[in-house]
DNA sequence: CAGGATCAGTAATTGCAATTACGGATCATC
DNA sequence: GATGATCCGTAATTGCAATTACTGATCCTG
Protein backbone atom coordinates (compact mmCIF):
# COMPACT_ATOMS: atom_id res chain seq x y z
CA UNK A 1 0.00 0.00 0.00
CA UNK A 2 1.32 3.48 -0.77
CA UNK A 3 2.24 5.83 1.65
CA UNK A 4 -0.41 8.41 1.53
CA UNK A 5 -2.89 5.63 1.68
CA UNK A 6 -1.28 4.15 4.63
CA UNK A 7 -1.68 7.84 6.44
CA UNK A 8 -4.84 7.96 5.26
CA UNK A 9 -6.38 4.64 6.81
CA UNK A 10 -3.96 5.30 10.05
CA UNK A 11 -5.91 8.53 10.26
CA UNK A 12 -9.47 6.66 10.13
CA UNK A 13 -8.05 4.17 12.34
CA UNK A 14 -7.41 6.79 15.07
CA UNK A 15 -10.27 8.36 14.65
CA UNK A 16 -12.56 5.28 15.02
CA UNK A 17 -10.33 4.67 17.97
CA UNK A 18 -11.49 8.08 19.84
CA UNK A 19 -14.66 7.55 19.16
CA UNK A 20 -14.67 4.70 20.97
CA UNK A 21 -12.52 6.10 24.32
CA UNK A 22 -15.02 9.18 24.17
CA UNK A 23 -18.28 6.94 24.14
CA UNK A 24 -17.11 3.70 26.52
CA UNK A 25 -13.97 4.54 27.97
CA UNK A 26 -10.59 2.87 27.75
CA UNK A 27 -11.00 -0.33 29.41
CA UNK A 28 -14.39 -0.99 27.59
CA UNK A 29 -12.51 0.02 24.41
CA UNK A 30 -11.78 -3.67 23.04
CA UNK A 31 -9.39 -4.09 19.91
CA UNK A 32 -11.86 -6.48 18.28
CA UNK A 33 -14.28 -3.19 18.55
CA UNK A 34 -10.83 -0.77 17.08
CA UNK A 35 -11.13 -3.11 14.01
CA UNK A 36 -14.68 -3.87 13.60
CA UNK A 37 -15.37 0.16 13.81
CA UNK A 38 -12.24 1.00 11.68
CA UNK A 39 -12.84 -1.54 9.20
CA UNK A 40 -9.51 -2.63 9.49
CA UNK A 41 -8.31 -6.16 10.76
CA UNK A 42 -6.71 -7.12 14.15
CA UNK A 43 -3.57 -8.32 12.27
CA UNK A 44 -2.94 -4.75 10.82
CA UNK A 45 -4.07 -3.36 14.30
CA UNK A 46 -1.15 -5.59 15.76
CA UNK A 47 1.17 -5.03 12.86
CA UNK A 48 1.21 -1.34 13.08
CA UNK A 49 0.76 -0.80 16.93
CA UNK A 50 1.85 -3.28 18.53
CA UNK A 51 -0.52 -4.23 20.94
CA UNK A 52 -3.30 -1.82 22.96
CA UNK A 53 -1.14 1.10 24.59
CA UNK A 54 0.80 1.20 21.96
CA UNK A 55 -2.67 2.14 19.43
CA UNK A 56 -3.91 4.54 22.07
CA UNK A 57 -0.35 6.20 22.36
CA UNK A 58 -0.28 7.01 18.79
CA UNK A 59 -3.94 7.68 18.31
CA UNK A 60 -3.48 10.71 21.65
CA UNK A 61 -0.15 11.46 19.80
CA UNK A 62 -1.71 12.43 16.93
CA UNK A 63 -5.20 13.80 18.17
CA UNK A 64 -3.53 15.97 20.67
CA UNK A 65 -0.84 17.22 18.03
CA UNK A 66 -4.25 18.08 15.46
CA UNK A 67 -5.78 20.22 18.12
CA UNK A 68 -2.45 22.31 18.87
CA UNK A 69 -2.14 23.09 15.38
CA UNK A 70 -6.09 24.45 15.17
CA UNK A 71 -4.90 26.38 18.75
CA UNK A 72 -1.86 27.52 17.13
CA UNK A 73 -3.45 28.87 14.41
CA UNK A 74 -6.00 31.32 15.39
CA UNK A 75 -3.10 33.01 18.32
CA UNK A 76 -1.46 33.42 15.50
CA UNK A 77 -3.83 35.53 13.34
CA UNK A 78 -3.92 38.69 15.59
CA UNK A 79 -1.05 41.37 16.28
CA UNK A 80 -2.21 42.89 19.68
CA UNK A 81 -1.34 40.42 22.18
CA UNK A 82 -3.99 40.63 24.17
CA UNK A 83 -6.91 40.93 21.40
CA UNK A 84 -5.06 37.62 20.52
CA UNK A 85 -5.38 36.20 23.93
CA UNK A 86 -9.08 37.53 24.57
CA UNK A 87 -9.28 35.44 21.41
CA UNK A 88 -7.67 32.16 22.41
CA UNK A 89 -9.65 32.19 25.88
CA UNK A 90 -12.80 30.71 24.98
CA UNK A 91 -11.37 28.50 22.42
CA UNK A 92 -9.07 27.31 25.07
CA UNK A 93 -12.26 26.42 27.44
CA UNK A 94 -13.86 24.70 24.43
CA UNK A 95 -11.23 22.49 23.55
CA UNK A 96 -9.94 21.67 26.57
CA UNK A 97 -13.31 21.01 28.48
CA UNK A 98 -14.52 19.45 25.20
CA UNK A 99 -15.72 15.57 24.91
CA UNK A 100 -12.70 14.39 23.44
CA UNK A 101 -9.83 15.69 25.51
CA UNK A 102 -11.82 14.53 28.23
CA UNK A 103 -11.73 11.16 27.33
CA UNK A 104 -8.07 11.71 26.65
CA UNK A 105 -7.67 13.00 29.41
CA UNK A 106 -9.42 10.09 31.22
CA UNK A 107 -7.73 7.66 28.93
CA UNK A 108 -4.26 9.10 30.51
CA UNK A 109 -5.67 9.15 34.09
CA UNK A 110 -5.78 5.23 33.93
CA UNK A 111 -2.80 4.48 32.01
CA UNK A 112 -0.14 3.12 34.61
CA UNK A 113 2.95 3.40 32.66
CA UNK A 114 2.27 7.43 32.49
CA UNK A 115 3.19 7.64 28.72
CA UNK A 116 -0.44 9.21 27.83
CA UNK A 117 0.01 11.85 30.50
CA UNK A 118 3.34 12.45 29.16
CA UNK A 119 2.36 13.00 25.55
CA UNK A 120 -0.58 15.12 26.54
CA UNK A 121 1.20 17.06 28.75
CA UNK A 122 4.23 17.78 25.90
CA UNK A 123 2.40 17.84 23.47
CA UNK A 124 -0.52 20.21 24.99
CA UNK A 125 0.66 22.23 27.74
CA UNK A 126 4.50 22.16 26.39
CA UNK A 127 3.27 24.16 23.27
CA UNK A 128 0.43 26.27 24.66
CA UNK A 129 1.84 27.80 27.87
CA UNK A 130 4.76 29.04 25.87
CA UNK A 131 2.56 30.51 22.91
CA UNK A 132 0.32 32.61 25.87
CA UNK A 133 3.68 33.34 27.62
CA UNK A 134 4.49 35.20 24.65
CA UNK A 135 1.48 37.04 24.03
CA UNK A 136 1.96 38.27 27.83
CA UNK A 137 5.40 38.97 27.57
CA UNK A 138 4.63 41.48 24.74
CA UNK A 139 1.53 43.18 26.56
CA UNK A 140 2.33 43.24 30.45
CA UNK A 141 5.10 44.07 32.88
CA UNK A 142 6.64 41.22 34.50
CA UNK A 143 9.38 39.72 35.15
CA UNK A 144 8.62 36.41 34.86
CA UNK A 145 5.64 36.18 31.86
CA UNK A 146 5.45 32.36 32.61
CA UNK A 147 4.39 33.03 35.88
CA UNK A 148 1.32 34.69 34.86
CA UNK A 149 0.60 32.03 32.41
CA UNK A 150 0.13 30.63 35.48
CA UNK A 151 -2.02 32.67 36.58
CA UNK A 152 -4.11 33.58 33.59
CA UNK A 153 -4.95 29.53 33.12
CA UNK A 154 -5.83 29.24 36.51
CA UNK A 155 -8.41 32.23 36.27
CA UNK A 156 -9.45 30.86 32.96
CA UNK A 157 -10.31 27.18 33.69
CA UNK A 158 -10.45 26.60 37.44
CA UNK A 159 -11.26 23.64 38.66
CA UNK A 160 -13.32 23.42 35.16
CA UNK A 161 -10.99 20.35 33.79
CA UNK A 162 -11.10 18.05 36.69
CA UNK A 163 -14.40 18.44 37.55
CA UNK A 164 -15.12 17.15 33.56
CA UNK A 165 -12.98 14.44 33.81
CA UNK A 166 -14.27 12.74 36.89
CA UNK A 167 -17.51 13.55 34.99
CA UNK A 168 -19.57 16.08 37.07
CA UNK A 169 -20.09 18.75 34.45
CA UNK A 170 -21.31 19.30 31.20
CA UNK A 171 -19.06 21.15 29.37
CA UNK A 172 -19.41 24.73 29.58
CA UNK A 173 -21.64 26.20 26.40
CA UNK A 174 -19.98 29.15 23.88
CA UNK A 175 -21.72 31.86 25.70
CA UNK A 176 -20.03 31.00 29.12
CA UNK A 177 -16.83 30.07 27.76
CA UNK A 178 -16.74 33.78 26.32
CA UNK A 179 -17.98 34.90 30.10
CA UNK A 180 -15.10 33.31 31.66
CA UNK A 181 -12.68 34.06 29.90
CA UNK A 182 -13.88 37.77 29.61
CA UNK A 183 -13.30 38.24 33.55
CA UNK A 184 -9.96 35.79 33.30
CA UNK A 185 -8.64 38.62 30.88
CA UNK A 186 -9.71 41.59 33.09
CA UNK A 187 -9.06 40.26 36.65
CA UNK A 188 -5.76 39.52 35.00
CA UNK A 189 -5.40 42.94 33.93
CA UNK A 190 -5.95 44.34 37.57
CA UNK A 191 -3.75 41.67 38.54
CA UNK A 192 -0.80 43.19 36.71
CA UNK A 193 0.63 46.08 35.08
CA UNK A 194 0.07 46.04 31.52
CA UNK A 195 1.94 48.39 29.06
CA UNK A 196 0.70 51.78 28.35
CA UNK A 197 0.74 51.45 24.18
CA UNK A 198 -0.84 48.22 24.99
CA UNK A 199 -4.06 49.83 26.11
CA UNK A 200 -7.03 49.61 23.89
CA UNK A 201 -7.63 53.18 21.96
CA UNK B 1 -19.85 -10.23 64.67
CA UNK B 2 -20.40 -7.06 66.97
CA UNK B 3 -21.32 -3.73 65.59
CA UNK B 4 -18.05 -2.29 66.44
CA UNK B 5 -15.57 -4.66 65.06
CA UNK B 6 -17.93 -4.68 62.04
CA UNK B 7 -17.12 -1.09 61.59
CA UNK B 8 -13.16 -1.45 62.36
CA UNK B 9 -12.80 -4.41 60.08
CA UNK B 10 -15.03 -2.31 57.22
CA UNK B 11 -12.31 0.36 57.80
CA UNK B 12 -9.44 -1.67 57.54
CA UNK B 13 -10.56 -3.14 54.04
CA UNK B 14 -11.29 -0.03 52.71
CA UNK B 15 -8.15 1.34 53.82
CA UNK B 16 -6.41 -0.97 52.20
CA UNK B 17 -7.92 -1.33 49.25
CA UNK B 18 -6.86 2.60 49.05
CA UNK B 19 -3.48 1.94 49.22
CA UNK B 20 -3.72 -1.03 46.28
CA UNK B 21 -5.36 1.38 44.64
CA UNK B 22 -2.38 4.10 45.31
CA UNK B 23 -0.09 1.85 44.15
CA UNK B 24 -1.66 -0.13 41.51
CA UNK B 25 -4.54 2.06 39.93
CA UNK B 26 -8.30 0.70 39.95
CA UNK B 27 -8.10 -1.66 36.63
CA UNK B 28 -5.04 -3.70 38.45
CA UNK B 29 -6.86 -4.15 41.73
CA UNK B 30 -8.15 -7.14 41.61
CA UNK B 31 -10.59 -8.38 44.40
CA UNK B 32 -8.59 -11.18 45.30
CA UNK B 33 -5.46 -8.77 45.99
CA UNK B 34 -7.38 -6.71 48.18
CA UNK B 35 -8.61 -9.68 49.88
CA UNK B 36 -5.64 -11.03 51.01
CA UNK B 37 -4.24 -7.29 51.93
CA UNK B 38 -7.22 -6.85 54.08
CA UNK B 39 -6.82 -10.45 55.58
CA UNK B 40 -10.38 -10.91 54.30
CA UNK B 41 -12.06 -13.44 52.54
CA UNK B 42 -13.57 -12.96 48.89
CA UNK B 43 -16.83 -14.05 50.61
CA UNK B 44 -17.15 -11.29 53.16
CA UNK B 45 -16.20 -8.91 50.25
CA UNK B 46 -19.03 -9.45 48.01
CA UNK B 47 -21.25 -10.52 51.11
CA UNK B 48 -20.50 -6.77 52.64
CA UNK B 49 -20.04 -4.58 48.88
CA UNK B 50 -21.40 -6.76 46.64
CA UNK B 51 -19.18 -6.11 43.66
CA UNK B 52 -16.35 -4.24 43.07
CA UNK B 53 -17.72 -0.89 41.93
CA UNK B 54 -19.13 -1.62 44.95
CA UNK B 55 -16.31 -1.87 47.28
CA UNK B 56 -14.81 1.20 45.48
CA UNK B 57 -18.15 2.91 45.99
CA UNK B 58 -18.19 2.36 49.92
CA UNK B 59 -14.33 3.05 50.03
CA UNK B 60 -14.12 6.45 48.18
CA UNK B 61 -17.59 7.32 50.61
CA UNK B 62 -15.46 6.48 53.32
CA UNK B 63 -12.21 8.10 52.63
CA UNK B 64 -13.98 11.46 50.92
CA UNK B 65 -15.63 11.98 54.14
CA UNK B 66 -12.63 11.58 56.57
CA UNK B 67 -10.65 13.91 54.28
CA UNK B 68 -13.39 16.34 54.62
CA UNK B 69 -13.59 16.03 58.46
CA UNK B 70 -9.96 16.95 58.42
CA UNK B 71 -10.27 20.46 56.65
CA UNK B 72 -13.83 20.89 58.16
CA UNK B 73 -12.09 20.82 62.04
CA UNK B 74 -8.88 23.46 60.83
CA UNK B 75 -10.78 25.88 59.47
CA UNK B 76 -12.61 26.10 62.95
CA UNK B 77 -10.32 26.59 64.51
CA UNK B 78 -10.03 30.63 63.33
CA UNK B 79 -12.20 33.32 64.02
CA UNK B 80 -10.66 36.18 61.75
CA UNK B 81 -11.37 34.54 58.07
CA UNK B 82 -9.03 35.40 56.01
CA UNK B 83 -6.60 34.06 58.89
CA UNK B 84 -8.46 31.02 58.73
CA UNK B 85 -8.60 30.43 54.47
CA UNK B 86 -4.38 31.69 55.03
CA UNK B 87 -3.96 28.52 56.65
CA UNK B 88 -6.64 26.38 54.86
CA UNK B 89 -4.86 27.04 51.73
CA UNK B 90 -1.86 24.70 52.12
CA UNK B 91 -3.76 22.24 53.64
CA UNK B 92 -6.21 22.36 50.31
CA UNK B 93 -3.37 22.03 48.19
CA UNK B 94 -1.57 19.15 50.19
CA UNK B 95 -5.06 17.40 50.29
CA UNK B 96 -6.13 17.54 46.94
CA UNK B 97 -3.34 16.33 45.38
CA UNK B 98 -1.75 13.95 47.74
CA UNK B 99 -1.55 10.15 46.27
CA UNK B 100 -4.60 8.99 47.92
CA UNK B 101 -6.51 11.71 46.46
CA UNK B 102 -4.89 11.60 42.84
CA UNK B 103 -6.03 7.85 42.98
CA UNK B 104 -9.71 8.76 44.40
CA UNK B 105 -9.33 11.06 40.92
CA UNK B 106 -8.64 8.04 38.81
CA UNK B 107 -10.53 6.13 39.89
CA UNK B 108 -13.54 8.62 39.13
CA UNK B 109 -12.19 9.10 35.85
CA UNK B 110 -12.19 5.64 34.95
CA UNK B 111 -15.65 5.15 36.17
CA UNK B 112 -17.93 4.79 33.67
CA UNK B 113 -21.10 5.06 36.23
CA UNK B 114 -19.95 8.27 37.47
CA UNK B 115 -20.96 6.82 40.78
CA UNK B 116 -17.39 7.90 42.40
CA UNK B 117 -17.00 11.35 40.80
CA UNK B 118 -20.93 12.16 41.75
CA UNK B 119 -19.35 11.09 45.41
CA UNK B 120 -16.29 13.30 45.50
CA UNK B 121 -17.95 16.68 44.16
CA UNK B 122 -20.56 16.52 46.46
CA UNK B 123 -18.69 15.38 49.42
CA UNK B 124 -15.70 16.75 48.71
CA UNK B 125 -16.65 20.08 46.78
CA UNK B 126 -19.60 20.38 48.14
CA UNK B 127 -18.37 20.55 51.40
CA UNK B 128 -15.72 22.81 51.06
CA UNK B 129 -16.79 25.09 48.64
CA UNK B 130 -19.27 26.44 51.54
CA UNK B 131 -17.14 26.61 53.91
CA UNK B 132 -14.69 28.83 52.17
CA UNK B 133 -17.98 30.92 50.56
CA UNK B 134 -18.76 31.49 54.15
CA UNK B 135 -15.92 32.03 55.04
CA UNK B 136 -15.20 35.29 52.01
CA UNK B 137 -18.75 36.32 52.79
CA UNK B 138 -17.33 37.80 56.34
CA UNK B 139 -14.02 39.01 55.21
CA UNK B 140 -15.00 40.21 51.38
CA UNK B 141 -17.71 42.95 49.99
CA UNK B 142 -19.28 41.07 47.15
CA UNK B 143 -22.59 40.72 45.81
CA UNK B 144 -21.56 36.37 45.14
CA UNK B 145 -19.17 35.77 47.59
CA UNK B 146 -19.63 32.03 45.98
CA UNK B 147 -17.40 33.61 42.57
CA UNK B 148 -14.95 34.38 44.87
CA UNK B 149 -14.29 31.31 46.25
CA UNK B 150 -14.58 29.86 42.15
CA UNK B 151 -11.52 32.47 41.75
CA UNK B 152 -9.56 31.66 44.70
CA UNK B 153 -9.57 28.02 43.94
CA UNK B 154 -8.42 29.06 40.40
CA UNK B 155 -5.86 31.35 41.79
CA UNK B 156 -5.32 27.92 44.46
CA UNK B 157 -5.12 24.92 42.89
CA UNK B 158 -4.35 26.22 38.92
CA UNK B 159 -4.00 23.27 36.87
CA UNK B 160 -2.29 21.72 39.36
CA UNK B 161 -4.90 18.79 39.73
CA UNK B 162 -5.33 17.53 36.09
CA UNK B 163 -1.41 17.41 35.94
CA UNK B 164 -1.21 15.55 39.25
CA UNK B 165 -3.95 13.13 38.17
CA UNK B 166 -2.91 12.71 34.73
CA UNK B 167 0.68 11.71 35.83
CA UNK B 168 2.36 14.52 34.97
CA UNK B 169 3.74 16.01 38.28
CA UNK B 170 4.76 15.39 41.94
CA UNK B 171 2.87 16.92 44.47
CA UNK B 172 4.14 20.08 45.32
CA UNK B 173 5.59 20.23 49.16
CA UNK B 174 5.19 22.46 51.93
CA UNK B 175 6.94 25.36 51.01
CA UNK B 176 5.68 25.47 47.58
CA UNK B 177 2.17 24.97 48.85
CA UNK B 178 2.55 27.71 51.65
CA UNK B 179 3.82 29.96 48.93
CA UNK B 180 1.09 29.22 46.30
CA UNK B 181 -1.62 29.98 48.63
CA UNK B 182 -0.16 33.14 50.25
CA UNK B 183 0.07 34.36 46.97
CA UNK B 184 -3.03 33.43 46.12
CA UNK B 185 -4.81 35.45 48.95
CA UNK B 186 -2.62 38.47 47.69
CA UNK B 187 -4.55 38.41 44.29
CA UNK B 188 -7.77 37.72 45.73
CA UNK B 189 -7.19 40.77 47.99
CA UNK B 190 -6.42 42.29 45.08
CA UNK B 191 -9.30 41.58 42.94
CA UNK B 192 -12.12 42.24 45.85
CA UNK B 193 -12.13 44.93 48.32
CA UNK B 194 -11.69 43.22 51.95
CA UNK B 195 -13.94 45.09 54.92
CA UNK B 196 -11.76 47.72 56.41
CA UNK B 197 -12.92 45.80 60.20
CA UNK B 198 -10.80 43.09 58.66
CA UNK B 199 -7.73 44.61 57.22
CA UNK B 200 -4.99 43.16 59.47
CA UNK B 201 -3.91 45.07 62.43
C1' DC C 1 -0.22 -11.62 -16.45
C1' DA C 2 2.75 -13.92 -12.54
C1' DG C 3 4.54 -13.17 -7.90
C1' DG C 4 4.75 -11.30 -3.61
C1' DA C 5 3.11 -8.47 -0.25
C1' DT C 6 -0.63 -6.53 2.35
C1' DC C 7 -5.11 -6.41 4.07
C1' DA C 8 -9.96 -7.77 5.81
C1' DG C 9 -12.61 -11.27 8.11
C1' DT C 10 -12.96 -14.94 11.17
C1' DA C 11 -11.67 -18.52 14.10
C1' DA C 12 -8.52 -20.30 17.76
C1' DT C 13 -5.69 -19.66 21.89
C1' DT C 14 -4.59 -17.92 26.26
C1' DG C 15 -4.58 -15.61 30.48
C1' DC C 16 -6.69 -13.15 33.83
C1' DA C 17 -9.94 -11.59 37.08
C1' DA C 18 -14.76 -11.28 38.67
C1' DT C 19 -17.79 -14.08 40.86
C1' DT C 20 -19.37 -18.30 43.16
C1' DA C 21 -18.98 -22.43 46.05
C1' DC C 22 -17.20 -25.15 49.83
C1' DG C 23 -14.76 -26.94 54.23
C1' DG C 24 -12.95 -25.90 58.48
C1' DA C 25 -12.07 -22.45 62.33
C1' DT C 26 -13.80 -18.90 65.49
C1' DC C 27 -16.81 -16.37 68.22
C1' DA C 28 -21.00 -14.46 70.41
C1' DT C 29 -24.95 -16.07 72.82
C1' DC C 30 -27.71 -18.93 75.48
C1' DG D 1 -20.52 -26.52 76.65
C1' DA D 2 -23.86 -26.63 72.62
C1' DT D 3 -25.19 -24.04 68.52
C1' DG D 4 -25.74 -21.20 64.88
C1' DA D 5 -23.82 -17.51 62.54
C1' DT D 6 -19.84 -15.42 60.63
C1' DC D 7 -15.43 -15.45 58.80
C1' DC D 8 -11.05 -17.01 56.55
C1' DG D 9 -8.56 -19.67 53.01
C1' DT D 10 -8.75 -21.88 48.84
C1' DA D 11 -10.49 -24.09 45.00
C1' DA D 12 -13.81 -24.04 41.07
C1' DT D 13 -16.47 -21.63 37.47
C1' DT D 14 -17.21 -18.35 33.99
C1' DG D 15 -16.80 -14.75 30.80
C1' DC D 16 -14.27 -11.62 28.45
C1' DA D 17 -10.73 -9.55 25.84
C1' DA D 18 -5.86 -9.41 24.35
C1' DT D 19 -3.17 -11.71 21.30
C1' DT D 20 -2.15 -15.07 17.67
C1' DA D 21 -3.06 -17.94 13.57
C1' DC D 22 -5.28 -18.98 9.28
C1' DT D 23 -7.81 -18.06 4.76
C1' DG D 24 -8.83 -15.83 0.79
C1' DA D 25 -9.13 -11.39 -1.67
C1' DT D 26 -6.86 -7.30 -3.48
C1' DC D 27 -3.39 -4.53 -5.01
C1' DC D 28 1.02 -3.05 -6.38
C1' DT D 29 5.39 -4.29 -9.19
C1' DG D 30 7.82 -6.03 -12.81
Redesign the interface.
Known amino acids: MRQETRKTRQKEIQRATLALLVQ ?5 TTMASVAKAAGASLETLYKWYGDKPGLFRAMVQANIEELRDELVMSAAAFRDPLAAVQEFGPQLIAVLTSEEVVAL ?2 A ?5 S ?1 D ?3 I ?2 EVG ?1 GSIAPQLTDLFARAIESEDPAQVT ?2 Y ?7 L ?3 R ?4 MPPPDAVEARQRADRALE ?1 LR ?2 FPVYPSKLPA
Chains 1, 2 share one sequence.
Open positions: HGYAANRAAADPGLGRIAREVLGLLLGDQIRVIGRMRL
